[in-house]
């Protein structure tokens, strides 16, 4: 199949939706599928590029920077987005957001006759909780701003032909919206074979490469740097322990990064924080062997593939009960829940953990039973059924506006 899949991001980026466009248009190439990736340049100029087989087009975009410098807007990407699909022909398309890139794609297709398929990787509150309104008034305002976003996100996906989304979770979360097609939930998948539990790593040296301590028990965030991770309900939490046998090391960068630099040195918190700044993806496998647990305090989060990695590297969870993250950790069997946005309950967490010291191993191996079926070989499978399905359809009946699919597990099917 020639299969055209559009985004806002794609690695080197180091978000979730980059992660995976990334791994599921080379894991299609290796299926000898054909793949065309649309993503915003970050010039006002188009390019082509093929980067593992991979085709790239770039859409000619302005940055928001210095306010958001990771966004990049396509102002008048049509005439564009028209000449890449008349090059490439493709037999489906498959957007991974609904900001005007692929709202463009998204018409382009449907003038086509194409199937369209969205996976939903969106939460109001990733917009809402970064902006930047005074804090005495969010209260009132952050609800009206994150209806309308769900009506903006809506008012294309509803036009869709299938909706997928990571976990079952993040299904019933558009459900309550009131989606119109159908819902199936697929993994974002995860590369078992880069993400393993190394038999004998040096974790002395690969914790002096990154500055950490070689004695205390290691805790490690990986993510976006921004508000709604709650990194400051973990630095609140560590200020409570009466105890220095533990650090934590925050690798990544976002916008809440400065914030919480300052926080650390309010709580005077010292050597019991480390910055990483951005962990390029070939290091990060070593960075989590080195570790002994993963943390993810976020409250919105439809998966997690950061924390997918970190168990498929046998490592402990300790996460907030929020979202879909209960989906991968389950308490005491493989790690330990928290109460969302409650310091005084992550800190009782992180000190029942560091004192069962002998479970870590057992613990670890709980991670690798619950990441294996999220293997992204069983990730590019379904979508390979999924597009086939929906090609199918099309020749059929290529006037339907919503083609029904044979669904394996979907939540459109609980309807």
Request: glycine residues 6%.
């Amino acid at each position: 199949m020639r299969i055209l899949i559009s985004g806002q991001t794609y690695v080197p980026d180091a978000n979730g939706q980059a992660i995976f466009t990334t791994n599921l248009a080379e894991g299609l190439v290796q299926k000898e599928h054909q793949v065309m990736v649309l993503v915003p340049s970050d010039t006002l100029r188009t390019r082509r590029e093929s980067r593992k087989g991979v085709e790239l087009g770039f859409v000619p975009a302005f940055s928001l920077a210095p306010w958001y410098p990771s966004v990049h807007i396509t102002p008048l990407p049509f005439p564009f987005v028209r000449r890449f699909f008349e090059e490439f022909q493709p037999d489906i398309v498959h957007i991974q957001d609904h900001y005007f890139l692929s709202r463009s794609v998204a018409r382009t297709a449907r003038k086509r006759g194409l199937p369209v398929i969205g996976t939903n990787h969106f939460l109001p509150a990733n917009l809402s909780r970064n902006l930047f309104i005074p804090s005495m008034i969010r209260p009132r305002v952050i609800p009206s701003i994150e209806r309308a976003l769900w009506r903006n996100m809506l008012s294309l996906y509803n036009r869709l032909d299938l909706i997928t989304t990571p976990t079952s979770t993040a299904a019933r979360i558009l459900l309550e919206q009131n989606v119109l097609p159908p819902v199936e939930p697929v993994s974002c998948g995860v590369n078992l074979s880069l993400f393993r539990p190394e038999t004998s790593p040096n974790r002395i040296a690969i914790r002096r490469r990154y500055g950490l301590e070689v004695e205390k028990a290691l805790f490690v965030f990986v993510g976006r740097v921004d508000y709604e991770k709650r990194l400051d309900v973990l630095l609140h939490a560590l200020a409570l322990l009466d105890r220095d046998d533990v650090q934590l090391a925050i690798a990544g960068k976002g916008l809440h990064l400065l914030e919480l630099w300052k926080l650390a040195k309010e709580l005077r918190l010292g050597e019991k924080v480390r910055f990483l700044g951005f962990v390029p993806g070939e290091d990060l496998p070593s960075l989590l062997v080195a570790s002994d647990a993963f943390v993810m305090p976020s409250e919105a989060e439809l998966q997690s593939i950061a924390t997918l990695e970190a168990m498929a590297a046998g490592l402990p969870v300790l996460a907030a009960d929020a979202g879909a993250l209960p989906e991968l950790v389950t308490n005491g069997t493989n790690g330990y829940l928290f109460r969302a946005g409650d310091a005084n309950d992550a800190a009782a967490r992180i000190t029942l953990f560091l004192d069962e010291r002998d479970r870590w191993p057992e613990m670890g191996e709980a991670s690798m039973r619950k990441a294996a079926p999220h293997g992204l070989d069983t990730t590019v499978r379904r979508y390979e059924e999924l597009y086939g399905s929906l090609v199918e359809s099309h020749a059929l009946a290529p006037a339907a506006k919503h083609i029904p699919l044979q669904r394996h597990g979907s939540v459109a099917e609980e309807r």
